[in-house]
């Protein structure tokens, strides 16, 4: 029988309970948040006059947590409307309603007793069969279930979530030896497939998976920081994003988790017994972690941690690092290490490692350590964590944002290679490896395999078929590639085509790439794919192309590269094949043009998309103004209709506003409610792109007929010119925000107009190109570009 989860109650609103419960209410299922009543009136209640007895009181804790949820930034619902979706109640007297969920997640607060306590009053109202885990990170599962009915062992496990619960994917499946395998079948394929997690099943261990090699690794370098002589602003420069760590690095990452999370961690793996002399040794806190815990210096929930926001003679704010010798705060300064220098060339980490541990400085030396002692770690924790290696290895990249997980690392430096380093450190690797030639292989269907300790042979990584990795199948089934972009067979007569130019930029040999493919796709193929799997889909067009032409006033070539750029997007959108792109990450400009004109789009939850050309001066120029009018254009029934939905697309271009997850995206235009979808789970995005592009190609795919737009002319103008005069005069805009603005509102409203009128959209398209070469010959726009290009951020000038 099928099971459906229509509705889930969480036990617990804290962080971690609101960050649940937000993301059952992102993929559409209902949820009931409960809490404990409070024990006492607050102040504002008693002067309300309010007592225990009254229902907002009782509910008190559950609705603040819901208020904070709401607020929360970054945001935890993909849009504000879905918190319709949760209900908040208290334990006392809201438990009974368990009787209709479909799952019950605990998260109270980490006490066996209380966990207990709360277990016994769920089976008073649970119904037989109904899910019920936890998500305890540190208290044993097996403990949980005691003195528990044998169906409430049946569908019991643990589920591991991380936080934040929307933006990091693992979540750790932990059965105990009575959950029925076919729950924990089903945990696992509901946590990749609906909540779209990296499920992996852990073992009942101490800390589970991604903590327990985590906090090893962050704990092997508290000890490593004096032992080397560096400081914590060395150690995280060196374990950033240079190693595909995230930019909180180590030191920030602990301020962030907070010391005391970091020190119950270590200290409940070091008590447990469950580590070896040499291992456990480094989950003993060195004397100033305890000093800080002493001092209540836990990171930003006390405001000081490893860092601190200090106020220097001048008044201004600055961070300063904690100095582990002193424990003083200072200024940290900054340290040049030879070896990083040698990696600028090398754009992905996993090819930086091999050069990081050759270095001859103290960068060198804290890599050898690091990684050696990690390497000899990991070796130990199969089969005693998990089975599997590649489980370590995804777990470390969803739990911890590791671009790679250990093993992946060791075989870029060469499993032989990583044994010599493990020695050097004083580590030992476990014998299994030492016959081992390598981790992983991709076999020539392009899927990866990995050795598998126990049989000796190399196996599939299960799950597989639900997607497509293109860095397994870019050797073998590339068809043709240029600097900035390439182009794949998916198989079935879909292709793919990538962009992998600096920051997913659209410049020149991208266009030349698209169009190659779009021909490709129509002589020999069904359907196209346009997606990639770095970091963002597309930050837009090319800047320093822009800016260099318009500098030079080469107005021809500039005008041509527009015109280039428009026609490659009304490609994707008029050829003989069904394209279908794939965003995510940030999908800016020209990259959200590139989605809007797709037959289909395939986002990922997790798409940052928006019009964002005016931060630099300009207007969309790749057709999406012109998209945008044409889009408003059906909405047209009556004149509120018309100005507010006219208003609103304006607004959203003029303020460069991008949308914060892809179901936002609806909301503002840019998605199509009746052909676009969201996947949450990432991973399937490329797979369920080609799957929708060849169902098109099989249902008749016909090429589309170019559609005409109504433009509303000069009355709607004068609406705008209104507007911004307004915004002007109270100081919300520059002066050159309102050029652009204007010139914006004259693209949408189809020019200079003397009634509303049906066009071409190359009608639009003309104007729309004229209009972006007219703000290239504005000095403040090339300041805007120039300042963007240099600082990262937009210039209000």
């Known amino acids: 029988m099928k099971r459906r989860i229509k509705h889930v109650t969480v036990l617990g609103s804290g962080i971690m309970g609101s ?42 804790i559950a609705a603040e947590n819901f208020v904070k949820l709401q607020k929360s930034s970054p945001a935890l619902l993909y849009t504000p409307k879905f918190a319709e979706r949760i209900t908040v109640g208290n334990f006392d007297d809201d438990l009974e309603k368990i009787k209709k969920t479909d799952w019950i997640i605990e998260v109270v607060v980490e006490r066996l007793d209380i966990k207990k306590s709360v277990y016994e009053k769920i089976e008073q109202f649970r119904k037989p069969g109904t899910l019920v885990s936890s998500n305890t990170s540190g208290i044993p ?59 992996v099943e852990a073992k009942d261990t101490p800390a589970f998976i991604a903590n327990r090699i985590g ?13 080397l002589g560096l400081n914590v602003s060395d150690i995280d420069k060196l374990t950033g994003p240079v190693i595909g760590r995230p930019k909180s690095a180590t030191f920030r990452t602990a301020d962030v988790v907070g010391l005391d999370t970091l020190v119950m961690v270590a200290n409940g793996v070091s008590q447990s017994g469950a580590e070896a002399n040499d291992f456990n040794d480094v989950f003993k806190l060195p004397k100033y972690i305890q000093t800080m815990v002493d001092n209540k210096w836990l990171g930003s929930k006390t405001e000081q941690g490893f860092y601190k926001k200090v106020k220097n003679a001048e008044g201004k704010s600055e961070i300063q690092g904690l100095n582990l010798d002193t424990m003083e705060y200072e200024l940290q300064g900054k340290s040049d290490f030879p070896t990083l220098e040698l990696t600028k060339s090398i754009d992905k980490p996993i090819d930086r490692f091999k050069v990081l541990i ?37 777990a470390m990249r969803a739990g911890f944002g590791w671009e790679n997980g250990p093993f992946e690392i060791w075989d870029a430096v060469g499993v032989q290679k990583g044994i010599e380093l493990a020695k050097d450190a004083g580590y030992e690797v476990s014998d299994w490896v030492k016959n081992v030639a390598t981790f992983y292989k991709v076999n020539d269907e392009g899927q990866s395999i990995y050795f598998d300790k126990n049989s000796g042979n190399y196996n599939n990584i299960p799950g597989q078929e639900s997607f497509i990795i293109l860095d397994n199948i870019r050797k073998n089934k590339t068809l043709w590639s240029n600097s900035g972009s390439s182009i794949q067979d998916l198989g079935d007569g879909i292709i793919n085509f990538e962009i992998h130019s600096k920051m997913n930029s659209l410049g020149g040999e991208v266009l030349d790439g698209l169009n190659r493919a779009i021909d490709l796709a129509e002589k020999e193929y069904d359907g196209l794919v346009i997606g990639n799997q770095g970091a963002n889909f597309s930050v837009g067009a090319n800047l ?75 207007i969309p120029g790749g057709g999406g103004t012109k998209e945008m009018a044409l889009r408003v254009s059906r909405e047209f029934h009556s004149d509120d209709v018309k100005n507010n939905r006219l208003r609103d697309m304006f607004m959203n ?145």
């Open 653 to 797: 271009i003029a303020m460069g506003k991008v949308a914060t997850s892809a179901y936002e995206a609806y909301d503002m235009g840019i998605l199509e409610n009746h052909k676009d979808i969201v996947v949450v789970n990432k991973n399937r995005q490329i797979k369920t792109a080609k799957m929708l592009a060849l169902s098109l190609a099989e249902h008749g795919y016909t090429q589309p007929i170019e559609q005409k737009v109504k433009v509303l002319g000069r009355d709607a103008l004068g609406m705008f010119l209104v507007g911004t005069d307004q915004m002007l005069t109270g100081k919300y805009i520059s002066e050159h925000d309102k050029l652009i603005a204007d010139k914006l509102a004259n693209v949408l409203v189809g020019g200079n107009l003397s009634e509303p009128t049906i066009v071409t959209e190359q009608y639009l398209l003309n104007l729309e190109r004229e209009t972006f070469l007219q703000l290239c010959g504005e000095r403040k726009t090339l300041e805007r570009i120039q300042f963007m290009l240099t600082k990262g951020k937009p210039l209000r000038n």
């Open 544 to 618: 320093a192309m822009i800016l260099m032409m318009a500098i030079d006033q080469d107005w021809d070539d500039l005008n041509m590269a527009i015109a280039y750029f428009q026609k490659s997007m009304m490609r994707v959108r008029y050829s003989s094949i069904p394209v279908v792109v794939a965003p995510h990450g940030m999908t800016l400009g020209g990259g959200c043009e590139m989605t809007m004109h797709a037959d289909r789009v395939v986002a990922a939850a997790e798409t940052y998309i928006g019009l964002v050309e005016t931060g630099v001066g300009v």
């Open 141 to 199: 599962i097996h403990f949980l279930i005691e003195g528990r009915s044998d169906d409430f062992k049946k569908y019991f496990a643990g589920t591991h979530f991380f936080n934040p619960v929307r933006y990091l994917p693992l979540l750790e499946i932990i059965p105990t030896p009575e959950t029925d395998p076919e729950i924990v079948k089903f945990y696992m394929e509901y946590g990749a497939k609906f909540l779209g997690k990296a499920t």
């Open 358 to 394: 050759g270095g001859k400085d103290k960068a060198g030396e804290l890599y050898r350590k690091s990684f050696g002692a990690l390497f000899a770690y990991v070796s130990h924790k199969v089969p005693e964590i998990s089975d599997e290696l590649y489980k370590i290895d995804d």
């Open 215 to 227: 906090v090893f690794s962050m704990m092997n370098l508290l000890h490593e920081v004096q032992n």
């Open 19 to 60: 960050g649940i419960a937000a993301h059952f209410a992102n993929i559409g299922v209902q949820v009931l948040l409960l809490d404990i009543v409070p024990f006492e009136l607050t102040e504002a209640e008693q002067k309300k006059g309010l007592t225990k007895e009254d229902k907002v009181v009782r509910n008190r």
